[in-house]
T-cell receptor, first 114, second 110 residues
Framework: DVKVTQSSRYLVKRTGEKVFLECVQD?????MFWYRQDPGLGLRLIYF???????EKGDIPEGYSVSREKKERFSLILESASTNQTSMYLC?????????????FGQGTRLTVV | KQEVTQIPAALSVPEGENLVLNCSFT??????LQWFRQDPGKGLTSLLL?????REQTSGRLNASLDKSSGRSTLYIAASQPGDSATYLC?????????FGPGTSLSVIP
């Protein structure tokens, strides 16, 4: 059974804290993605990575950074959390060798910044 | 820039009705189109994947079609049930990015 696992379902952090959201996939996929989902705005791409140590900005990268040290793990970092980063965060992966293949999603992390 | 839209934004139907959800995209250079279901507060569940060379896919009561040249896809749900109530999202894979529409919120009334 293929899996994308996000480290936390719910997270509460204080303004100014450094926050790490972790995502691990077990399908040997090259592509990994981080999205945030907000009511009325849908899913918006923050960053994606198509290989180890490679990263590309998505539509809303401001306030975020990412790390891909190993193929299976893609971390989203909030350097200094702010209340406007309260959101649902979703991680996904896909196979770069099969571009027409399916994207798989984790269960989501609901982050609240207080 | 690829943009994906979905109509309607919300839909409420009585149980047993057949219904159609619509998805449009602006750039026909896509590798695939996926339909997802999302329950409140949960992640995404993949329903159907249509590759760019395909015209439709079926799974149980669900049928999805793809017309790449016109930039449209439809998701047909037959004999709707209250358990089908959820948000339905379409997404296209375009230039290695997966780009989502805003979703259709479906409510099936018993």
């Amino acid at each position: 059974d293929v899996k994308v696992t996000q480290s936390s379902r719910y997270l509460v952090k204080r303004t100014g804290e450094k926050v790490f959201l972790e995502c691990v996939q077990d399908m040997d996929h090259e592509n990994m993605f981080w999205y945030r989902q907000d009511p009325g705005l849908g899913l918006r791409l923050i960053y994606f990575s198509y290989d180890v140590k490679m990263k590309e900005k998505g539509d809303i990268p401001e306030g975020y950074s990412v790390s891909r040290e190993k193929k299976e793990r893609f971390s989203l970092i909030l350097e200094s959390a702010s209340t406007n980063q309260t959101s649902m965060y979703l991680c996904a992966s896909s196979d770069a060798k099969n571009r027409a293949g399916e994207a798989f999603f984790g269960q989501g992390t609901r982050l609240t910044v207080v | 820039k690829q943009e994906v839209t979905q109509i309607p934004a919300a839909l409420s139907v009585p149980e047993g009705e057949n219904l159609v959800l619509n998805c449009s995209f602006t750039d026909s250079a896509i590798y695939n189109l996926q339909w997802f279901r999302q329950d409140p507060g949960k992640g995404l569940t993949s329903l159907l994947l249509i590759q760019s060379s395909q015209r439709e896919q079926t799974s149980g009561r669900l049928n999805a079609s793809l017309d790449k040249s016109s930039g449209r896809s439809t998701l047909y749900i037959a004999a709707s049930q209250p358990g089908d109530s959820a948000t339905y999202l379409c997404a296209v894979t375009s230039y290695d990015k997966v780009i989502f529409g805003p979703g259709t919120s479906l409510s099936v009334i018993p």
